[in-house]
């Protein structure tokens, strides 16, 4: 089993574990990503197995793993429609923080201190894998998203997002987030690491995954915030993928 951890990375985000439900601390642009972020999630869940979101508990039955979980901020909105969650990170300070926000949250989420590779080695399966601003931190990005192919159930859906690679990514994503507005601490991204959406689909396909959809994200500084589009993919982008129905 190919270990994808890099320990650089994971530093990291151990670094800033208690920071995580601080929506003004170092975990602010993911705060503010947070709502384009679960709108899309929720809407490709939805439409995949034809749940309704007007529903007090949609997502009934479904089950959910957020691989890179950090504090719980993708984990607690998808219990709260009804899945299953299992969270999963490699930092091991960040199981406790997301644990003890759950339990303030009167929430039941299954939180462990463990990776992609090591919990599709357990034999548990999901209908959802939610993989969001992790493949560009890890040391072999197609071994990894292998080892998201396996955790899915036949037919399940794989969302990803990550960064594209380009000098306007550059600009925004490392000279504007981290020494800019330092939003993240200097460092926190390798511009070396980042994947161009036709690089990722490429690596899924590879994985054994069948990328059905891509959308970018967009942030706006006039009204500081961040939107969805259909065509521009150059900087923040996420992808839909689904396993072969007749997977093993």
Known sequence: ?????????????????????????????????????????????????????????????????????????????????????????????????????????????????TTAEALAATGDRFDVVLNMEVVEHVADPLAYLTACRALLKPGGLHLCSTINRNAKSFAMAILGAEWVMRWLPKGTHDWVKFITPDELFGLMTQAGLTPVDRKGYVFNPVTWDWRISDRDLSVNYVTAALAPKDAA
């Open 1 to 113: 089993m190919t270990d994808t951890v890099d320990p650089a990375e994971i530093a990291k985000f151990e670094a800033m574990s208690a920071e995580w439900w601080d929506p003004a601390g170092k975990f602010k642009p993911l705060h503010m990503m947070n709502p384009v972020r679960l709108d899309y999630i929720t809407r490709q869940v939805a439409g995949e197995f034809g749940r309704d979101l007007s529903g007090d508990r949609p997502f009934d039955g479904l089950h959910i793993v957020d691989i890179g979980c950090g504090g719980g901020l993708l984990c607690e909105p998808m219990a709260r429609l009804g899945a299953t969650v299992v969270g999963v990170d490699a930092a091991p300070r960040n199981i406790p923080v997301a644990q003890l926000h759950a339990q303030q949250s009167g929430l039941s989420i299954d939180y462990r201190h």
